[in-house]
């Protein structure tokens, strides 16, 4: 299966329908990569290795004790009207399950706090996801939608994130 193709349009689909519906415009942000969840480890391992043809750089470091791999396109895709050039795949965390398929899309939104974005949606307050807020390095903000959809917000794309990490890898 490539998971590029059908099922990416239909995620996008319904994610942008979701949103609309919580009344959360994303129209005028920049969506800076897609989530894609796999089962097991071992099919974890084989999608990392598929996916390294399709991309022109690869980063894979450890997050709270499983690897998470990031591919930078070759060719951005057009999908839902949008380009995608990053492609998230974590492992699965140890004890949790997930369905294989497109979980979430992480939007970059102005900072300095999440205060503000979620002043403009105080009627979903009880369904943001605050549990990563607080981080060092690009905290983010979660919104649970619906069918184990999330859209997630924060302040710099995974690119420069991504720039920011290897640059304190050389300098440790």
Not at 72 to 95: D, M, T, Y
Not at 146 to 153: L, R, S, Y
Request: neutral net charge; contains cysteine.
């Amino acid at each position: 299966m490539n998971p590029f193709d059908k099922p990416l349009e239909e995620f996008l689909t319904r994610l942008f329908h979701l949103l609309d519906e919580a009344g959360v415009d994303v129209s005028n942000l920049e969506m800076d990569h897609v989530c894609y969840r796999v089962e097991t480890l071992e099919r974890y391992l084989a999608l990392a290795h598929a996916w390294r043809l399709y991309a022109v750089d690869v980063h894979e470091s450890p997050v709270n004790g499983r690897p998470i791999s990031v591919f930078v396109l070759r060719r951005p895709l057009r999908r839902a009207g949008r380009a995608i050039s990053v492609i998230e795949l974590p492992a699965p965390k140890e004890g949790v399950s997930f369905r294989e398929g497109w979980e979430h899309a992480e939007f970059v939104i102005e900072g300095p706090t999440f205060n503000h974005f979620i002043a403009r949606h105080r009627h979903l307050a009880e369904r943001f996801d605050r549990k990563s807020v607080n981080k060092s390095l690009n905290p983010e903000l979660g919104l649970k939608l619906d069918h184990g959809i999330q859209a997630k917000f924060h302040f710099l794309p995974l690119a420069k994130v991504i720039e920011l990490e290897r640059q304190h890898a050389t300098h440790h």
